[in-house]
T-cell receptor, first 114, second 114 residues
Framework: AQKVTQAQTEISVVEKEDVTLDCVYE???????LFWYKQPPSGELVFLIR??????QNEISGRYSWNFQKSTSSFNFTITASQVVDSAVYFC???????????FGKGMKLTVNP | KAGVTQTPRYLIKTRGQQVTLSCSPI?????VSWYQQTPGQGLQFLFE???????NKGNFPGRFSGRQFSNSRSEMNVSTLELGDSALYLC?????????????FGPGTRLTVT
């Protein structure tokens, strides 16, 4: 069975601080995909990144960076120099190859205070 | 390009009634998935449709059903509503099935069962 664990449920930081959101996953599949989504107060899930199980390269996109480590089954997300607009609930998700079905973690609420 | 639209946005129903929610995917997208989001259970996969065929189904009772039309629009139906069905129902569309690729989520329909 597939499972995603986001151990942190809520984090509060002050603007410009760096923050890392942890994600640990479980799957028996050799081909799988990992995702991060952001859910602002409006409710709509916003796609941030997709990574497949064969690509362990870290990725940086502006203030966002992702660290994928198969050895520890983790796919962590770091926001550098956080801003108030980053305040949202962040979800890590897992999908097996060939399926659109996403298994989500419980989410982590990030509050960035000015 | 218009995003995923869901109607209605808010709905209040009484226990025992039935409800139909609608989702219009992004133009050209042929795959539609549905998710239920509750504070207790988080985001849970309901179904996935592609070319009017259900490709995948989550672990929900038979009271939850769905369908997809030839124009890729999708509806989900919940019969004999229970208080526990109160949730945000999110629809996601993607270009094709057999991915997973980026899924674009709609704003959701917030269903309240009283």
């Amino acid at each position: 069975a597939q499972k995603v664990t986001q151990a942190q449920t809520e984090i509060s930081v002050v603007e410009k601080e760096d923050v890392t959101l942890d994600c640990v996953y479980e799957t028996r599949d050799t081909t799988y995909y990992l995702f991060w989504y952001k859910q602002p107060p409006s409710g709509e899930l916003v796609f941030l990144i997709r990574r497949n199980s064969f690509d362990e390269q870290n990725e940086i996109s502006g203030r966002y960076s992702w660290n994928f480590q198969k050895s520890t089954s983790s796919f962590n997300f770091t926001i550098t120099a956080s801003q108030v607009v980053d305040s949202a609930v962040y979800f890590c998700a897992l999908s097996q190859g060939g399926s659109e079905k996403l298994v989500f973690g419980k989410g982590m609420k990030l509050t960035v205070n000015p | 390009k218009a995003g995923v639209t869901q109607t209605p946005r808010y709905l209040i129903k009484t226990r025992g009634q039935q409800v139909t929610l609608s989702c219009s995917p992004i133009s050209g997208h042929r795959s539609v998935s549905w998710y239920q989001q509750t504070p207790g259970q988080g985001l849970q996969f309901l179904f996935e449709y592609f070319s009017e065929t259900q490709r995948n189904k989550g672990n929900f009772p038979g009271r939850f059903s769905g369908r997809q039309f030839s124009n890729s629009r999708s509806e989900m139906n919940v019969s004999t509503l229970e208080l526990g069905d109160s949730a945000l129902y999110l629809c996601a569309s993607s270009l094709f099935a057999g991915g997973p690729i980026e899924q674009y989520f709609g704003p959701g329909t917030r269903l309240t069962v009283t």
